[in-house]
């Protein structure tokens, strides 16, 4: 099989889960959200926004709204997770990127998921560690949490796709093995 630099860094990328105190150089993130900026996106209409939040505060505030609109939910386990004094949805990271669209075509939110990945790849090229964060894209409607991050930079008509946190992988944190699984492809000839 045929490798390059590109095809080892998808194929090494991990998610992080644990991060160090230390955040990522001002070049570097500027260097991930470019990355970014280059994704596939329908029609090229780049009707994305990408919102990076560097300030501790900051981030401990959304976690807290996020956890508030948790625990209004009918569903057990995210009302446990907004009650849960310790949970935090950027997993402590340094840096998190809110990844917003309007929502007015449909393919919004898979032109959010083709940046999301350029800045995984990019991160991780970088020797940046990177995780998927959900938790945004389902209280982004919540009152209190478009409030805050409409106060953040998010445009108010923008539903949020995803976030991605950033950081330096935590060297006491085990990542896990990838496994590909077997019979996911098809080719016809």
């Known amino acids: 099989?045929?490798?390059?630099?590109?095809?080892?860094?998808i194929k090494?990328?991990?998610?992080?889960r644990a991060y160090t105190a230390q955040a990522p150089e001002t070049d570097d993130l500027v260097t991930i959200l470019e990355a970014a900026k280059y994704a596939p996106n329908g029609m090229h209409l780049e009707s994305w926004h990408f919102t990076a939040i560097q300030n501790a505060e900051k981030l401990e505030e959304l976690n807290s709204r996020i956890k508030g609109a948790f625990a209004?939910?009918?569903?057990?386990?995210?009302?446990?997770?907004?009650h849960n004094?310790?949970?935090?949805?950027?997993?402590?990271?340094?840096?998190?990127?809110?990844?917003s669209n309007k929502p007015t075509q449909w393919w919004a939110g898979m032109d959010c998921a083709c940046a999301i990945e350029n800045m995984f790849l990019a991160a991780h090229s970088l020797g940046i560690g990177s995780c998927w964060i959900n938790q945004l894209g389902t209280t982004c409607n919540d009152p209190e949490v478009?409030?805050?991050?409409t106060s953040l930079g998010v445009p108010a008509d923008h539903q949020v796709y995803g976030c991605v946190a950033l950081g330096y992988a935590d060297p006491k944190a085990p990542l896990k093995e990838k496994v590909v699984k077997e019979g996911t492809v098809t080719i016809v000839e």
């Open 12 to 16: 090494t990328r991990r998610s992080v």
């Open 146 to 149: 478009r409030e805050f991050i």
């Open 72 to 82: 209004k939910s009918d569903d057990k386990h995210l009302q446990e997770r907004g």
């Open 1 to 9: 099989m045929k490798t390059n630099e590109v095809l080892e860094t």
């Open 85 to 99: 004094k310790a949970y935090c949805c950027y997993y402590h990271a340094p840096v998190l990127v809110i990844v």
